[in-house]
């Protein structure tokens, strides 16, 4: 099987190149404490890593379905990390960054279009499902590793705190992304080893499932559940409830600076 595709198919992008940019120097300017407000370097941390986190992702089913036969993968731009190049750009970037910004929910985006009808194998089908949650599941894991190796000690707090926020929104979009609801990657994974007609009756939903989570986590008892969760992950990798929450606050720039705790 073929997976050669031009070098110009698998060049970066300068757009993918521009977002990554804008992370590490913001990301730079809360640590060093340089802009006049931290909280908007915050923000613009948190939403620049949050779009690369969703290139990341979108590129994972790309190059896995490229891997699992669909070679017109290359053609349409998926692997230049290039967010213009997906084909729900809406779904894909600008609802899940507005979601970040007025909730703090990870939710995941739209997707890459693959031509499933080139892929053999159940087992490849599920793969290429898998391959986006659990980039932002290994994302999570590299954002948290100053926590659990006790680096973070020597970390300016907004630093500190804006990497814990920016965790939370990855294990939030893991979670969402690998519940078995149709639409979303999760239903992705087990929908090769349904029967035909099964999945003939799900697919008329698959267009509203992502809605369908948003509305149950508008329930607050669904949300305390979810959230409790993720906070319990959180919690095993090093990262507190305090400094998720004040990362929140500093990304909310526009509502003020946050109180720090006493010995902060």
Not at 14 to 29: E, N, T, Y
Not at 37 to 63: K, M, N, Q
Not at 214 to 242: C, K, Q, R
Request: aromatic fraction near 12%; charged fraction near 10%; proline fraction near 6%.
């Amino acid at each position: 099987m073929t997976t050669t595709v031009a070098r110009g198919e698998r060049r970066v992008s300068p757009v993918f190149l521009g977002i990554a940019a804008i992370m590490a120097v913001s990301g730079w300017a809360v640590w060093a404490d340089y802009s006049a407000s931290t909280g908007f370097a915050v923000f613009l941390f948190v939403v620049s890593g949050w779009i690369v986190s969703l290139c990341l992702h979108e590129y994972a089913h790309a190059r896995t379905a490229l891997h699992g036969g669909d070679i017109s993968i290359g053609a349409k731009g998926y692997l230049t990390l290039n967010p213009l190049k997906y084909t729900h750009a809406l779904l894909s970037i600008v609802l899940p960054v507005l979601f970040v910004i007025a909730g703090g929910i990870g939710l995941p985006g739209g997707a890459v279009f693959i031509e499933r009808g080139r892929i053999r194998g159940r087992w490849r089908h599920s793969l290429i499902s898998a391959a986006g949650p659990l980039t932002n599941a290994l994302f999570a894991l590299a954002l948290t590793a100053p926590f659990w190796t006790g680096a973070v000690d020597s970390m300016p707090v907004a630093f500190r705190c804006a990497l814990a926020f920016l965790a939370l929104l990855q294990v939030t979009a893991a979670i969402l992304n690998f519940l078995p609801v149709p639409g979303l990657d999760g239903y992705g994974v087990l929908e090769p080893w349904l029967s035909h007609g099964i999945r003939r009756q799900m697919e008329p939903f698959a267009p509203f499932g992502l809605l369908a989570v948003f509305a149950l986590l508008w329930i607050p008892e669904v949300n305390h559940v979810f959230f409790t969760a993720v906070d319990s992950i959180l919690h095993a990798l090093g990262v507190s409830e305090l400094e998720t929450y004040l990362g929140q606050e500093w990304f909310r720039f526009w509502q003020g600076e946050p109180q720090l705790p006493i010995g902060s």
